[in-house]
């Protein structure tokens, strides 16, 4: 049996070696399993991951029972998340987000995202020859895309730090190797923020009612359907929600981009003769290591899935990772090949009807980020022994600490 919270405690490659085989092993073993930890299934395989995605009826979305009943902002919080919720509930919401949230919005955050990027590669300190050690996704990546998001929301800049800690806080709900339900005590714990968070967002809605701006929150709070709009609590869930989908992901992602590329100098030579490649590289990491690895359901009802009788009420973790090294899918799919075939049929994103609402988002920014730092350092090299640290949590693979040695282009001035 494999201690899933142990394993997020190792090394970096050693936790990542551990957990590919983990994978491995559970896929060899058959497509869906029963955990070892109590009332929780696991699914291995593509098909089955397809099966359990597509299906909402059988797999809900809905997770809410968790919270303790006195905790009334979390559960009222969490109305807004659609991602918890399951239809008709969640249609609506969805479509009401997908109104305000328009392709126009995203593109229009394209210049945001670039100038933001410069200003935070100029905030490096370089020794006089151009060279020096940055964080790459503590120092950049993540305030990125943290800024992004807030700039999205239209808050203030003096509140963008906040967003980080927020995001950070939300996800550390459940213990590291935990694939069942949060733990009561943690959720209170996050009651406290949820109450001071929402005071704070409840403040900047009043006054985007009073006087709407060109950001999110004025177009969630005009935005319609069936003549029936949001409510202010539930523009503070979908504002949660985008802070803990939204950010982590996507700086995981930059950070994970560069150290495949690191570890494959023959893939970075390409890239850099050819930046348009970019966006090819992102999807690949997104299959090879996917920043969020799993998924997670519970059942309606009882089913069948890959040859396995599950109750009602089980949670069922779907391993998306696992997924992307399925064979019958993925030739060869342990290897980090940027040109493979059927690169767009990777689940990185979730599929089915909570697919994720900010993926155009999310690859523009890691484009934008890593087409700037390419750029700005014609040598960057990750440097193993100074402090590399992985996400905490199980469901997440990639680093939030990442040190690296660059050296300043010459034409980049
Ligand atoms: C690399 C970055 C990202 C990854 C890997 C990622 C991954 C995912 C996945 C796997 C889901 C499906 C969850 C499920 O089926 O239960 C999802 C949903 C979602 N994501 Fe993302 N995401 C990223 C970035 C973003 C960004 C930047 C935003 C917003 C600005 C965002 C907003 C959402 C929302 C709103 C949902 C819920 C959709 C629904 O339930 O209908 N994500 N994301």
């Not at 969020?292 to 396995?308: F, H, K, N, W």
């Not at 994103?349 to 909570?354: A, D, M, P, S, T």
């Amino acid at each position: 049996m494999t201690d899933l919270a142990a394993l997020t405690s190792l090394p970096h490659d050693q936790r990542t070696k551990a957990f590919l085989d983990y994978l491995d092993r559970g896929r060899a073993a058959g497509p869906v399993a029963r955990s070892s930890q109590p009332g929780v299934w696991e699914v291995f395989g593509y098909d089955e991951a397809l099966q359990v995605l597509g299906d909402h009826r059988t797999f809900s979305s809905d997770m809410n029972d968790m919270i303790p009943e006195d905790e009334r902002e979390l559960a009222s919080a969490a109305q807004g998340n659609f991602l918890g919720i399951d239809p008709p509930r969640h249609t609506r919401m969805r479509e009401l987000v997908r109104r305000a949230f328009t392709p126009h919005v995203i593109a229009g955050l394209e210049p945001v995202i670039a100038e933001t990027a410069e200003e935070l590669l100029d905030g490096i300190e370089l020794s006089a020859d151009g060279t020096g050690t940055f964080d790459v996704v503590a120092d950049y990546a993540a305030p990125l895309t943290a800024r992004v998001i807030a700039k999205l929301f239209g808050i203030p800049e003096k509140d963008h730090g906040m967003f980080t800690v927020w995001a950070d806080a939300l996800l550390g709900a459940r213990p590291a190797g935990e694939l069942g339900r949060a733990e009561e005590s943690a959720v209170r714990e996050l009651g406290e923020l949820v109450r001071f968070a929402s005071a704070y967002l409840l403040d900047i809605i009043h006054q985007r009612r009073a006087e709407p701006r060109d950001d999110l929150i004025s177009a969630l709070a005009r935005a319609e359907v069936d003549g029936r709009s949001l409510e202010d609590h539930e523009i503070v869930g979908v504002i949660g929600m985008f802070v803990i989908a939204g950010h982590l992901p996507s700086s995981v992602l930059v950070g994970s981009t560069v150290m495949s590329l690191d570890s494959h100098p023959d893939v970075l030579d390409e890239v850099r003769a050819d930046l348009d490649l970019l966006p090819k590289v992102v999807e690949e990491v997104l299959r090879w290591r996917s920043p969020l690895v799993r998924d997670q359901r519970v059942t309606a009802s009882g089913t069948r899935l890959g040859g396995e009788d599950i109750p009602a009420g089980a949670v069922v973790c779907v391993w998306l990772l696992s997924a992307h090294r399925d064979a019958a899918h993925f030739e060869r799919a342990e290897e980090f090949d940027i040109h493979r075939p059927n690169q767009g049929r990777h689940i990185g994103f979730g599929k089915g009807i909570h697919f994720c609402l900010g993926a155009p988002l999310a690859r523009m920014e890691a484009r934008i980020a890593l087409t700037a730092l390419l750029r700005r350092f014609e040598r960057i090299e990750v440097l193993p022994d100074s402090g590399i640290r992985f996400h905490p949590s199980i469901g997440v693979l990639g680093p939030v600490r990442l040190p690296v040695a660059v050296r300043r282009a010459t034409q980049a001035g």
